[in-house]
């Protein structure tokens, strides 16, 4: 099983980066798909999830209006579009998978995930 992030960066504040997540070694439409996010002394953080079933979605509210994410079942992977980013946004990211997740709500984000990926850098500059 892996979960690679790809897509992170340094970036200016209002700008924007794509972050993608390649899944393999499960069956991809049993999953949700959360981002999550830690920076340097602060707790990890869920920002957003997606069911890769039915596609429903879920954002935190600090990046509500910013961020989207959407899935490509047939390629096995997850992006995360985030624009307008901020200063506070400067993250490592990861991403994780969740089995059977059924349409996702904010408690999806609190669920125990299955796998994670390794993690990839977002830095914003103000």
């Known amino acids: 099983v892996q979960l690679v992030e790809s897509g992170g960066g340094l970036v200016q504040a209002g700008g924007s980066l794509r972050l993608s997540c390649a899944a393999s070694?499960?069956?991809?439409?049993?999953?949700?798909i959360g981002w999550f996010r830690q920076a340097p002394g602060k707790e990890r953080e869920g920002v957003s999830c997606i069911s890769n079933s039915d596609h429903s979605t879920y954002y935190a509210d600090s990046v509500k209006g910013r961020f989207t994410i959407s899935c490509d079942n047939a390629k096995g992977t997850v992006a995360l579009q985030m624009d307008s980013l901020r200063p506070e946004d400067t993250a490592v990211y990861y991403c994780?998978?969740?089995?059977?997740?059924?349409?996702?709500?904010?408690?999806?984000?609190?669920?125990?995930?299955?796998?994670w990926g390794q993690g990839i850098q977002v830095t914003v500059s103000s």
């Open positions: 994780a998978a969740v089995r059977d997740p059924g349409a996702v709500t904010e408690i999806t984000m609190g669920l125990e995930y299955d796998y």
């Open positions: 070694g499960f069956i991809f439409d049993d999953y949700g």
